[in-house]
């Protein structure tokens, strides 16, 4: 017997919520309102929101053929969004772009800009109330490091982190000591304060303290 494991509601919502962010972000990258209003219909609009849940898909692990199933859609279709260069879109995009060319491939495309732009703009919102909470606190480690990363994309590899925090010590111990015990990738500026700061309590340091 098969059993389908759904995922939760909330964690439905809060996708729908993200492919909405991306749809506008889509439309800005297009040009904002001013120039969406130009086009006579806006029939390609599905595309750019089933390529927006095609992108969030993949990243939480589902397959082509079950992003397929789920949007209703083709593999082939899926295939064409998700291999798409978000460069190469830009560069038409840049340039006169027909209404009718907007297809599943330019479609992927404007999803991956808009994903990337979003999770660039919730990034810069949490550093700078991390930032915010952190001199509040006191803790000057992490009000360091939090302006050292600004700036990066995440999530973030090892050799990212330590491009932007070489050279930097807590308490003593190296950054590179510290990056080498924690998992990568690390998702948001919030969980990369965290893993530091559990890998400070188990050096018996309390981490709400200087450098």
Request: charged share 30%; net charge neutral; no cysteine.
């Amino acid at each position: 017997m098969v059993i389908e494991i759904k995922p939760p509601k909330d964690l439905d919502k809060k996708r729908d919520e993200m492919v909405l962010e991306m749809l506008l972000e889509a439309l800005n990258v297009l040009g904002g309102p001013k120039k969406i209003i130009q086009f006579r219909n806006l029939t390609w609009i599905p595309s750019i929101i089933k390529a927006n849940y095609a992108i969030l898909l993949s990243n939480a692990g589902r397959t082509h053929e079950e992003i397929a199933r789920e949007l209703g859609v083709t593999k082939a279709t899926v295939d064409r969004m998700l291999r798409a260069d978000p460069e190469d879109v830009l560069r038409k995009v840049r340039g006169e772009l027909p209404e009718e060319k907007i297809d599943d491939h330019i479609a992927g495309g404007l999803a991956k800009l808009a994903y990337k732009n979003v999770l660039s703009r919730k990034t810069e919102e949490e550093l700078s109330s991390l930032s915010s909470a952190m001199e509040t606190l006191g803790v000057e480690w992490a009000v360091i490091v939090l302006k050292k990363i600004r700036g990066m994309d995440f999530p973030v590899d090892r050799a990212g982190l330590l491009e932007r925090l070489g050279g930097l010590s807590i308490y003593g111990i190296p950054v590179g000591e510290i990056l080498d015990s924690l998992d990568y990738p690390i998702e948001s500026p919030a969980k990369l304060l965290k893993a530091i700061a559990q890998y400070l309590r188990s050096k018996g340091i309390h981490p709400a303290k200087g450098v």
